[in-house]
T-cell receptor
Framework: KQEVTQIPAALSVPEGENLVLNCSFT??????LQWFRQDPGKGLTSLLL?????REQTSGRLNASLDKSSGRSTLYIAASQPGDSATYLC??????????????FGKGTLLTVNP | EPEVTQTPSHQVTQMGQEVILRCVPI?????FYWYRQILGQKVEFLVS????????KSEIFDDQFSVERPDGSNFTLKIRSTKLEDSAMYFC????????????????FGAGTRLSVL
């Protein structure tokens, strides 16, 4: 059974700091890994998606890497801002029953960026 | 950019009542999913649906839950008799089938329906 773990559970940093969020998964037979942002009480905003054949993806101040063989991904946020405060979720996509793709999520990292 | 539309955004209901959550998939998408997130917990897979039948369902998806595509466009999740523990955010996702198989594994999320059972 696929399990996704995110470390740390919570992180508080001063504005301007670079930071790294970690995600690990138990079964390396994944098709892609996705990082999401979730604001309190809101839906999911997709930040970056890395296909299994890729090693990293970048969007603005965000960079996500994937090491499929070791079951790890990191999300790097450069020059953090108070507006980055949110919960960041990692999800892996793999084949479920009926040959459909299925997502398994981690519990998330709650990020607080202090002005 | 095409998007998945979910209605209503917030549904309040009394325990024991039936609710129907609706989702309009991205045009030409063929694979449909429901996930839920109880407040403060992980997003969990509920069910996948393809070719008018359930492909897989989780242990959460018991006899109180059902899904269908009644008119070939909307994709609905029905909870027959709601319980307090059904209170959660419900997300619909869809994915397509294109010439390149890689597109099939990218799921697009709706904004979610918050269900509050009183």
């Amino acid at each position: 059974k696929q399990e996704v773990t995110q470390i740390p559970a919570a992180l508080s940093v001063p504005e301007g700091e670079n930071l790294v969020l970690n995600c690990s998964f138990t079964d390396s037979a994944i098709y892609n890994l996705q990082w999401f942002r979730q604001d309190p009480g809101k839906g999911l905003t997709s930040l970056l998606l890395i296909q299994s054949s890729q090693r990293e993806q970048t969007s603005g101040r965000l960079n996500a890497s994937l090491d499929k063989s070791s079951g790890r991904s990191t999300l790097y946020i450069a020059a953090s801002q108070p507006g980055d405060s949110a919960t960041y979720l990692c999800a892996v996509c793999f084949i479920g029953g009926g040959s459909n793709y299925k997502l398994t999520f981690g519990k998330g990292t709650l990020l607080t960026v202090n002005p | 950019e095409p998007e998945v539309t979910q209605t209503p955004s917030h549904q309040v209901t009394q325990m024991g009542q039936e609710v129907i959550l609706r989702c309009v998939p991205i045009s030409n998408h063929l694979y449909f999913y429901w996930y839920r997130q109880i407040l403060g917990q992980k997003v969990e897979f509920l069910v996948s649906f393809y070719n008018n039948e359930i492909s897989e369902k989780s242990e959460i998806f018991d006899d109180q839950f059902s899904v269908e595509r009644p008119d070939g466009s909307n994709f609905t999740l029905k909870i027959r008799s709601t319980k307090l523990e059904d209170s959660a955010m419900y997300f619909c996702t869809t994915s397509g089938r294109f010439l390149r198989a890689v597109a099939k594994n990218i799921q697009y999320f709706g904004a979610g329906t918050r269900l509050s059972v009183l």
